[in-house]
């Protein structure tokens, strides 16, 4: 891939490569209209293996609708939150970026600024007028991604994003390519990769909530947690980090062994009374070299489990404390805790950050980040 030229940047911006994706679909993805946002046609995708696990994804935001999974007795359920329309995902009341894909800057910037080559840029504090959260007040969730449907070991669905220099704030036109697949072995990967034509930040993540129940099969709070991370980044009480790494031993976030989340979610610990419950950066051992595990997850009636692998130096592990059962959804009401998220990211705020991984990318460089979700039954 390369580096977007002069004539890229002032003309061809903003073109849709809608007709460049134009493709059949392979066997084992279907696709279907969804309706328009923005102008532009958003499509459902449909990925099956041979096991009869489904996985959804729309265009819109490159989010992730559903993920169809069976149980211990094979009844297949929908795991994640979602919604059931395309209204659900681009209504003003969805703030919780349920299934989507996250970008220019996941996760937190504090006061939506930082410094780059000498350059203070500033990205819309959407958090509250403090800090900026999961790339401004429209970030790539609510873009509509051009799509192509390709095959990559099974099926598999490719998007792209052409990102305006200046969007939201972040400087270079940053070219975009996310795409899924699913295996016969219940992997659901994410393959990230991008480049810019200016020095420019970059944080990607994927935001689905996941309940190993099944969606609106209560709180997530007896399922069991295991995370590769003897670390974490505390925060402040506006939950950005204060820059320290620190320990997680002698602390409720240490998951280091098999833990149910509710154990010590309501404990006196200043961390967890910040957050309001579990809503912390874990630096995952040995991360941001290869691929490897970093976190999983147990259901013990369904038998589910969840394991997440990651080349990224971090994972945002989120309880769900901020849903409060007014938004509905597949399922039902998205209620308190009933769903956590497994983010797998750089750090936040890592621009604010010297002694954090970097997160700069230069022209004639390419990011590239993968994360992988494994879905089995014990």
Do not use: C
């Not at 795409?179 to 935001?207: E, F, G, M, P, Q």
Request: glycine residues 10%; without cysteine; hydrophobic residues 35%.
């Amino acid at each position: 891939m390369k580096t977007l030229n002069n004539t890229l940047a002032a003309g061809a911006v903003l073109i849709s490569m809608a007709a460049v994706f134009e493709a059949q679909a392979p066997p084992n993805l279907e696709k279907q209209a969804w309706g328009t946002f923005d102008g532009k046609q958003v499509f459902l995708y449909t990925l099956r293996n041979a096991s009869g696990v489904e996985v959804t994804i729309t265009n819109y935001g490159g989010t992730i609708t559903t993920v169809k999974a069976p149980d211990r007795n094979k009844k297949f359920e929908d795991v994640v939150l979602g919604f059931d329309s395309l209204d659900g995902y681009t209504s003003k009341t969805n703030t919780g970026y349920f299934g989507a894909l996250i970008g220019r800057y996941a996760n937190r910037l504090a006061h939506g600024e930082f410094t780059l080559d000498g350059k203070q840029y500033h990205i819309p504090k959407n958090e509250g007028g403090v800090n900026t959260l999961h790339g401004g007040d429209r970030g790539f969730n609510a873009r509509v991604w051009d799509a192509k449907e390709v095959t990559s070991g099974g099926p598999a669905l490719e998007l792209h994003y052409l990102s305006p220099d200046g969007e939201e704030g972040f400087p270079g036109n940053l070219n975009v390519r996310v795409k899924y697949s699913l295996d016969n072995k219940n992997n659901l990967r994410i393959d990230y990769t991008a480049t810019t034509d200016k020095d420019t930040v970059l944080n990607l993540t994927n935001h689905s909530y996941w309940n190993l129940a099944g969606a609106g099969h209560g709180e997530i709070l007896n399922h069991k947690l295991t995370l590769m991370a003897d670390k974490f980044t505390p925060i402040d009480s506006t939950l950005i980090p204060t820059g320290a790494i620190d320990s997680v031993s002698g602390t409720p976030l240490d998951f280091r062994k098999a833990t149910a989340i509710g154990a010590r979610i309501n404990d006196d610990y200043e961390q967890l009374k910040l957050a309001k419950g579990y809503d912390h950066n874990f630096v995952v051992n040995k991360g941001g070299r290869s691929l490897v595990l970093a976190a999983k997850v147990e259901e013990p009636g369904s038998g589910r489990v969840l394991e997440v692998l990651t080349t990224q130096p971090g994972i945002q592990f989120y309880s769900g404390n901020f849903l409060n059962g007014k938004t509905q959804g597949i399922g039902g009401a998205f209620n308190y805790r009933s769903a956590l998220a497994l983010e797998t990211q750089h750090f936040p705020d890592s621009p604010n950050h010297p002694n954090f991984p970097s997160t700069v990318l230069h022209p004639g460089q390419t990011f590239h980040e993968t994360t992988v979700f494994r879905l089995s039954v014990e």
